[in-house]
Each structure stands twice: as structure tokens, then as C-alpha cells.
């Protein structure tokens, strides 16, 4: 399950809490309709909630056993709020309430091994929602998309779609870094200089769009990679502390072998 792993791009807001389920037709209060935002903002916290409640379980768990559980009742509770999502936006068809449901459902989706309504939930943003500004917010997850979410096709496709389309420059811009790294740094699809093209553009043609900052960092540190640190390169020199705060160049130790550990907190 991804759920417990950051992605670092993006993470759509998983919603819950309660011991049991709350399925989609949840009840009205005073006797008056549920209207679809609130419907939408029910499940939403409903599910943060849980999943909070669960994370806090997880970390006082002493067995395998106990965090095994845990884990399956996550992903129940997951499965269950995708199902609601998906239900609200169905049902709110066009409006942005069923754009703000089909985002948490292509985020979510392929968490519960349901890539296929994942696909679907992309395709309807695409064709339904193009001028939503759900799009800003997903932007930063368009390159996760290919890794498994969608086919290569269907992801080439909406990057396009998105890059020529949207009105909004930070979605061109992350469709653009989206697609230029995931051909640039495939080589099974046999398009990396037209993939280091795209990164090229990214930082061309946004730089100094606020709305596309990231988009421009994360082209700018790809393309640093991919003609710097491929597999029999100098590693470049950089500066760093050890453990009693002196200041050391890795230069220095040229000639030696050096193991280089990188490792952080979430």
C-alpha cells in the first residue's frame, strides 16, 4: 500500500475517522437535503479523521500482527471513501464539487489497486473539468501518473492535452516537466532528447511564473541529474558537515573510496 509513503509531489487529502464506515448517503440534518458540497466536505473529514485515528494506532502497534490489521482497516476505510467519491461525483456531474471528487479519486484510487477507475477519473477531469482549478492543485502529481497509473498512451495524451489547453500556467508547466522527465529518463521509450526538450522549455518559457515555480525547480534538478549523475561520472563536488559540525568538500577525498549515504525524515 502507498498510502503510508510520502510521494513528495503531492498528497490528495484522504479523509476519516469513527469507528465504522460512513457510506455516501449520509444523513440530512433537520430533515433538509444534504447539498453536494457538504456531502463532499463530510467525506472528506470523515475520512481524515479515521485515517488519523489509524496513523496514531499504527504508531503505538508492538506486533506485526496488531500493524498488519491496522493497515487492512486503512485500506477498507480508503476503498470505501474512493467508492463515496466516486458516487458524489457521478451524481454532481460538471459542477466543481464532482471536479474536487474525481481528484481525490484519481489520487486515491491506485492506492486500493484500482487503476482502471483511476483512468477513468482522469479522463472525465480532462473532458469535463479542462479549466478547473482542481488542475493546479494536481499538477505536481502528473509524473507519478506514469508510473503504473496510467498507460503510457492515456499519459502522454492528457500531458498533451493539458500543455497545449489549459488556461492556467502552472498546469502547462507541470504537464510539461511531467512528460519531458518521463521520456527523458525512460529509455524504453526511445524519446529522451525530445523528453530533455520539454525540460528545456519548462525553464524557457516559465521562468518567473509564480504558478509554476516548482515545475521549474524540479526541470532545472532533472536535468542536473540526467547530465551529471548518470552511472560513470565524476559525482560533482559539493559541500557538507560531519557529525562534529566541521565543514568538508567531498574533493577532498578523491582518490578514496567514499560511501555517500543520503537519508532524511517524513
Known amino acids: 500500500m502507498r498510502t503510508l509513503r510520502p510521494r513528495g509531489w503531492f498528497r490528495l487529502a484522504l479523509a ?8 455516501l448517503a449520509l444523513s440530512a440534518q433537520d430533515g433538509k437535503p444534504v447539498e453536494p458540497a457538504q456531502k463532499l466536505e463530510q467525506v472528506k473529514t470523515s475520512f ?3 485515517r488519523n485515528a489509524i496513523y496514531k494506532e499504527l504508531r503505538a502497534a508492538e506486533t506485526d500482527e496488531d500493524r498488519a490489521g491496522l493497515f487492512e482497516e486503512l485500506k477498507a476505510i480508503q476503498k470505501q471513501a474512493v467508492l ?3 458516487a458524489l461525483a457521478e451524481a454532481a456531474a460538471g459542477t466543481e464539487v464532482a471536479a474536487e471528487a474525481w481528484t481525490f479519486v484519481l489520487g486515491n484510487a491506485p492506492d486500493i489497486g484500482n487503476n482502471e477507475l483511476a483512468g477513468k477519473a482522469f479522463d472525465t477531469l480532462l473532458s469535463q473539468h479542462l479549466t478547473s482549478p482542481v488542475w493546479q492543485g494536481l499538477s505536481g502529481m502528473f509524473a507519478y501518473l506514469a508510473d503504473g497509473t496510467l498507460s503510457a498512451e492515456k499519459f502522454e495524451k492528457g500531458m498533451t492535452t493539458l500543455m497545449e489547453k489549459s488556461p492556467q500556467k502552472g498546469v502547462q508547466a507541470g504537464a510539461m516537466f511531467a512528460l519531458g522527465k518521463v521520456w527523458a529518463e525512460r529509455a524504453d521509450l526511445g524519446k529522451e532528447a525530445e523528453g530533455k526538450a520539454l ?9 518567473g511564473v509564480k504558478e509554476a515555480a516548482d515545475s ?3 526541470a532545472e534538478g532533472t536535468l542536473f541529474a540526467l547530465e551529471n549523475l548518470k552511472v560513470g561520472m565524476p559525482c560533482p563536488d559539493f559541500e557538507a558537515s560531519d557529525e562534529n559540525g566541521v565543514k568538508f568538500k567531498l574533493s577532498e577525498y578523491k582518490g578514496k573510496v567514499v560511501l555517500i549515504d543520503f537519508w532524511g525524515f517524513w
Open 16 to 23: 476519516g475517522a469513527a469507528l465504522c464506515l460512513v457510506p
Open 48 to 50: 481524515e479523521e479515521r
Open 84 to 86: 463515496d467519491m466516486r
Open 199 to 207: 525540460l528545456k522549455r519548462v525553464l524557457k518559457d516559465y521562468a
Open 216 to 218: 521549474v525547480a524540479e
